[in-house]
């Protein structure tokens, strides 16, 4: 079993920065692949950006690129998520998976954090 924790959210306003971690305990996370996803309300839970178990390969949801960064310290069993250049309509809880592979369906991730609410003002 692996057990995540997210935290780092809060309220930002536009153009502002907010980095998010994810602590994992239970196992070592460098047996995993880790993704973020964000879920807005009314609205289904959506892949962010995502990071290989070695961190070596990184993938993002178009909406994010050139914006947020994902990587990851699995010495300290730690994933991260720095998100610059924040917008409204990146206000949504945010989750971390772990699973074997990157994949934007969370049906191929096996475990899930509690998430972490990212408010963005206008």
């Known amino acids: 079993q692996v057990q995540l924790v997210e935290s780092g959210g809060g309220l930002v306003q536009t153009g502002g920065s907010l980095r998010l971690s994810c602590a994992a305990s239970g196992r070592t996370l460098r047996n995993y692949a880790m993704a973020w996803f964000r879920q807005a309300p009314g609205k289904e839970r959506e892949f962010v950006a995502g990071a290989s178990t070695k961190g070596g390969s990184t993938y993002y949801a178009d909406s994010v690129k050139g914006r947020f960064t994902i990587f990851r310290d699995n010495a300290e069993n730690t994933v991260y998520l720095q998100m610059n250049s924040l917008k409204p309509e990146d206000t949504a809880v945010y989750y971390c998976?772990?699973?074997?592979?990157?994949?934007?369906?969370?049906?191929?991730?096996?475990?899930w954090g509690q998430g972490t609410q990212v408010t963005v003002s206008s």
């Open positions: 998976g772990a699973g074997v592979v990157v994949r934007t369906s969370t049906d191929l991730y096996d475990y």
